[in-house]
């Protein structure tokens, strides 16, 4: 079993940054796939960015050039460094796990944490 607790988020003006960090706890040694998600109120949940066990990453296209996702040297803590947010940034995040090699889709991810809240105010 592994815990996920997101910390991090708020509210920030257009522009800004924000760094949202992920703590892992439990069975983490499993773990091939680390990721961030996100879902605005009436949409389905998308993927952001993730970060599989060989530390190669790939990233939504809406948010390349602006974030970064990174883990810790004992890959117990993930973490996403978001610069010149966007409105369209707004959404609650999510951090997730996975027994695998990262996938795009939500439904692939094993555990989820409980979210924190960005919201970008233009």
């Known amino acids: 079993q592994v ?9 920030v003006q257009a522009g800004g940054s924000l760094r949202l960090s ?3 706890f439990g069975y983490t ?3 091939d796939c680390m990721g961030w998600f ?7 949940r998308e993927g952001v960015a993730t970060v599989n066990s060989d530390g190669s990453t790939s990233y939504a296209d809406s948010v390349k ?4 996702i990174s883990q810790d040297n004992a890959k117990s803590t993930l973490y996403l460094q ?4 966007k409105a369209e940034d707004t959404a609650m995040y999510y951090c997730a796990a996975r027994y695998a090699a990262c996938r795009s889709w939500a439904d692939e991810y094993n555990y989820w944490g409980q979210g924190t809240q960005v919201t970008v105010s233009s």
């Open 3 to 11: 815990q996920l607790v997101e910390s991090g988020g708020g509210s």
């Open 22 to 24: 992920c703590a892992a």
């Open 29 to 31: 040694y499993s773990i």
């Open 38 to 44: 996100r879902q605005a109120p009436g949409t389905g």
């Open 65 to 68: 050039g602006r974030f970064t």
């Open 82 to 85: 978001m610069n010149t947010l």
